[in-house]
């Protein structure tokens, strides 16, 4: 079975951080040549882009309200992408989760219709 796995998400205060996880499992399922976007969905809300980073780390692209807050890598090493958190709001909770682009060697997009494998979702929890 290939799948994305999340990890890393839970209850922080304003202020903090968080680091999320993003590895690929399956034999034969491999991230390496394809872009990966995390996204967000908080209650009542539409599931929206938060980060996007391209098949070779070269290029990354960041949603507005994250922009310089947050910071998207990958080892394709190890097969893993990463969403570092810091200065977490309240406004930064939400269940988030990664997703593998559907297009090889491409720089990204921010649109979940351009990604075909999704991640079952880590909670972020931020209190004020």
């Known amino acids: 079975q290939v799948q994305l796995v999340e990890s890393g998400g839970g209850l922080v205060q304003a202020g903090g951080s968080l680091r999320l996880s993003c590895a690929a499992s399956?034999?034969?399922?491999?991230?390496?040549?394809?872009?990966m976007g995390w996204f967000r969905q908080a209650p009542g809300k539409e599931r929206s882009v938060v980060a996007t980073?391209?098949?070779?780390?070269?290029?990354?692209y960041y949603a507005y309200s994250v922009k310089g807050q947050f910071t998207i890598s990958r080892n394709n090493a190890k097969n893993t992408v990463y969403l570092q958190m810091n200065s977490l709001k309240p406004e930064d909770t939400a269940v988030y989760y990664c997703?593998?682009?559907?297009?090889?060697?491409?720089?990204?997009?921010?649109?979940?219709?351009?990604?075909?494998?999704w991640g079952q979702g880590t909670q972020v929890t931020v209190s004020s």
């Open positions: 399956g034999r034969t399922f491999n991230i390496s040549p394809y872009a």
């Open positions: 980073i391209s098949w070779s780390g070269s290029t990354t």
């Open positions: 997703a593998r682009s559907k297009l090889r060697y491409g720089s990204g997009s921010t649109s979940a219709n351009d990604y075909d494998y």
